[in-house]
């Protein structure tokens, strides 16, 4: 009895999981990839050189297309892809120039508060260490924060680096 209320269980927890329909970025013999769902929203270049930025409403694993509000593209016809999720590093490095600035200055004002100089003598280094700290973290936060994915392909039609494709994982 146990046994087929389990296999009645998952058959219905079976029926009710619904599968999913995304874009893929992934680079070529690596296990690194990321997922585009319909409903995100995407940047990319066509074989035109114009970029696009697009909210995917549904993805059509037989035909290759990426299907929009106003029209469809094909998956081949694609040539640059661009994330603007900013790097691990870029961003932690920027936060931490940042956090380096602050505590420059407050060190600074700490000397000063100790030391028998006035206020009126405030060294440049205690200016110009936390204001360049700070302006390179914010031109570093600033430079990486987008990445761009070039799908090129060689003579033979294979993608070198990049591959963009669809998956539908959906049970039937």
Known sequence: MRNTLLIVFFFFIANAVF???Y???ERLHSTKTRKYLPGDEITFQLDNGLWYTRVIDDISYERQFVLFANGHVAVDSITAFRS???GR???SLGNQLFNFAAAWVLFSVIDQAVSDEPFQDIPKSSVLVPATS???GFLIKRLFRH???RIARDKQGEVKKWRLRTLDLTIK
Request: charged share 20%; proline share 0%; glycine share 12%.
């Open 19 to 21: 599968g999913q329909k």
């Open 23 to 25: 874009l893929q970025l």
């Open 84 to 86: 603007y999720r900013s």
């Open 89 to 91: 590093w870029s961003r």
């Open 134 to 136: 700070v302006g390179t």
């Open 147 to 149: 990445r761009t994915y």
